[in-house]
């Protein structure tokens, strides 16, 4: 059994600031061993890759993002997190995680980002 649990989404200010976190748990034994991501969907929109870290710790942004969004992991709490710091209206969209291994993988649920004033 195994659960992607995520959170920190919310409504913030144009400028405002949200981490989002995203724990595994359950039958998941080779966390430090997955690229990790975040992904996120706006109305009307397809899905996008937001950022990501690989299982060596290197990180790649999307270009609209780069400077004010930063991924880090957490092995051992099994936790990727998104920190979202000058948020712009135009980050409004459903975040999701994305854990990858060989063979797998496994999305969050989602949680909503809504920036406006």
């Known amino acids: 059994q195994v659960q992607i649990v995520e959170s920190g989404g919310g409504s913030v200010q144009p400028g405002g600031s949200l981490r989002l976190s995203c724990a595994a748990s359950?039958?998941?034994?080779?966390?430090?061993?997955?690229?990790l991501g975040w992904y996120r969907q706006a109305p009307g929109k397809q899905r996008e890759m937001v950022a990501v870290?690989?299982?060596?710790?290197?990180?790649n942004y999307a270009d609209s993002v780069k400077g004010r969004f930063t991924i880090s992991r957490d092995n051992v709490k099994k936790t990727v997190y998104l920190q979202m710091d000058s948020l712009k209206p135009e980050d409004t969209a459903v975040y999701y995680c994305?854990?990858?291994?060989?063979?797998?993988?496994?999305w969050g649920q989602g949680t909503p980002v809504t920036v406006s004033s």
């Open positions: 870290i690989s299982r060596g710790g290197g990180t």
């Open positions: 994305n854990l990858q291994i060989f063979a797998r993988e496994y």
């Open positions: 359950g039958s998941i034994f080779s966390f430090g061993a997955m690229d």
